[in-house]
């Protein structure tokens, strides 16, 4: 029987999830309201699939898979969620997701996918599937932004910090307030889970935003 681990921030959905993947014949050995309490599970249970949602509080959907592949290698990671744009799509797919299902997928649809990500290959919905292949058409690569999780202006702060810059000397270069780039430090290094500007900055430099 296969297992999963539902991460989605809204209890009524993960109840309605859940009462279908029993009747496709699937354990849901966990559930969790938000990505970090989602990593915590699918470390701990290791299923055969995450059913992963992308906007939770705290830690997105992305960081999560990502770090839930730091620490599990062979993790399968289906993301099912309303977010359909190019950037999200990309960035759960540098992340380590194996398959992305928009919300609103029919039963056939979600079982097709928890059957393929399971046994390790890639799948898409249909529209999902769409998107990838119009931008390929148009000759495009990979464009996800380093690190989705954070605003604009956040990884135009982010880049800064990881060039050796103080909170005054940013301020004055991006015409802010000091308040509001320490505030937006606060954020950076909450979303990006460091406790200070010498791991924020390895991270930054790992995720080429150099």
């Known amino acids: 029987m296969t297992t999963a681990v539902l991460v989605d921030d809204h209890p009524v959905f993960r109840k309605g999830l859940a009462v279908l993947l029993e009747e496709l014949n699937v ?46 290698p062979d993790a399968r990671v289906l993301m099912l969620t309303m977010v359909a744009d190019d950037e999200a799509v990309f960035a759960a797919i540098q992340a380590g997701a194996l398959g992305y299902l928009l919300k609103g997928a029919g039963s056939a649809e979600i079982g097709r996918a928890l059957t393929a990500v399971a046994a390790g290959e890639a799948v898409y919905g249909p529209h999902v599937a769409r ?22 202006g956040e990884r135009e702060v982010l880049r800064l910090v990881a ?42 430099r790992q995720g080429g935003l150099t």
Not at 131 to 152: H, I, T, W
Not at 182 to 192: D, E, G, M, P, T
């Open 27 to 72: 354990t849901v050995v966990a559930e969790a309201p938000d990505g970090e309490a989602g990593v915590q599970e699918a470390l701990r249970h290791r299923p055969d699939v995450v059913l992963m949602d992308i906007q939770m509080p705290g830690i997105d959907g992305v960081t999560a898979t990502r770090r839930i592949f730091e620490e599990w």
């Open 131 to 152: 998107r990838l292949k119009a931008f390929f058409n148009a000759g495009g690569g990979v464009v996800a932004k380093p690190f989705p999780e954070l605003s604009d």
């Open 163 to 204: 060039a050796g810059l103080g909170n005054q000397v940013i301020a004055q270069r991006l015409h802010l307030s000091d308040k509001t780039v320490r505030n937006r430090v606060s954020s950076i290094f909450a979303k990006l889970d460091v406790a200070n500007r010498a791991e924020v900055i390895v991270k930054a």
